[in-house]
């Protein structure tokens, strides 16, 4: 079936109908900026907007950049933190009149690349981390996701891991992409070290240009890979979890 998927990160909010069978965005995705503040009022004008642009009808799925449990919004580290205890499932069905299902970007992420992308019919515990303007993390266990796992704020020498080897890191640090390559290394063994997954995504921005750090890349037994869907994993993952009844597309 047909689906919207929102994709709601630190500097733009996106979305595209999404053909939940093939995996497929069924048209061009529309991005309109994040909100500065991004207070939750003007991040569900945004979504509104978005389900508008469509004329959607149907079914909708918004992932945030925060642990999601039952629709409401745990944690913000990259947004408002107005946003932290808020019932953001009841938030954006009020905003757009639709019925809308909420979960973690990186989660969404995950399920997607399991299901359609590099991750399709492989066994074991696969990893997907997206880099952007934190490092969001996905942990599948053999089609099963583990959701909120929230990696991206394991401490490495000191420092939180997103604020050294996110994108965001890299641009703000004004890093070569060897040297951010450097860092992502340090990060990716201390996670291959706590988890021994069978193989690791990469996912995000970052995703669509790999030639540029995965050569730098190097783990002594977990393959390392990009996202096959790159940054339109959230939207079709974030469909996949609207699915009715409410979920039944998030088994990888």
């Known amino acids: 079936m047909n689906v919207l998927g929102i994709d709601i990160g ?42 508008d642009h469509f004329s959607w009808t149907g079914p909708v799925g918004v992932t945030f950049p925060g642990v999601v449990a039952d ?3 745990r944690t913000a580290a990259n947004v408002d933190r107005a946003w932290i205890g808020l019932d953001a499932r009841k938030l954006f069905t009020e905003a ?10 990186a989660d969404a992420a995950g ?8 991750g399709r019919g492989r066994k074991g515990l696969i990893l997907m981390l997206t ?18 796992t929230e ?12 604020h050294r080897a996110s994108d965001h890191a890299r641009e703000k640090h004004d890093l070569s992409w060897d ?36 050569p730098h890349i190097h783990l002594p037994n977990t393959p390392v890979v990009t996202a096959a869907l790159q940054n339109n994993a959230g939207i079709i993952g974030a469909a996949l979890a609207a699915v009715p009844p409410v979920g039944a597309g998030v088994r990888a």
Do not use: C
């Open 131 to 148: 880099f952007g303007t934190g490092i969001g993390s996905a942990l599948i266990m053999d089609g099963v996701l583990v959701p909120n």
């Open 111 to 118: 399920v997607a690349e399991a299901r359609f992308g590099t």
């Open 10 to 51: 630190g500097s733009g909010i996106k979305g595209a109908p999404v053909d939940t069978e093939a995996g497929t965005l069924l048209g061009e995705r529309f991005r309109i900026p994040t909100p500065s503040p991004s207070e939750p009022a003007p991040v569900a004008e945004v979504v509104r907007q978005i389900v």
């Open 151 to 162: 990696f991206g704020h394991l401490e490495i020498d000191g420092h939180e891991a997103e």
């Open 96 to 105: 757009t009149g639709r019925e809308v299902v909420v979960l973690n970007d």
């Open 71 to 73: 629709g409401v919004t």
């Open 179 to 214: 040297k951010w390559a450097h860092r992502v290394q340090e990060y990716l063994e201390h996670v291959e070290m706590l988890l021994s997954p069978s193989l690791i995504v990469i996912g995000g921005g970052v995703s669509k240009k790999p030639e540029r750090f995965l």
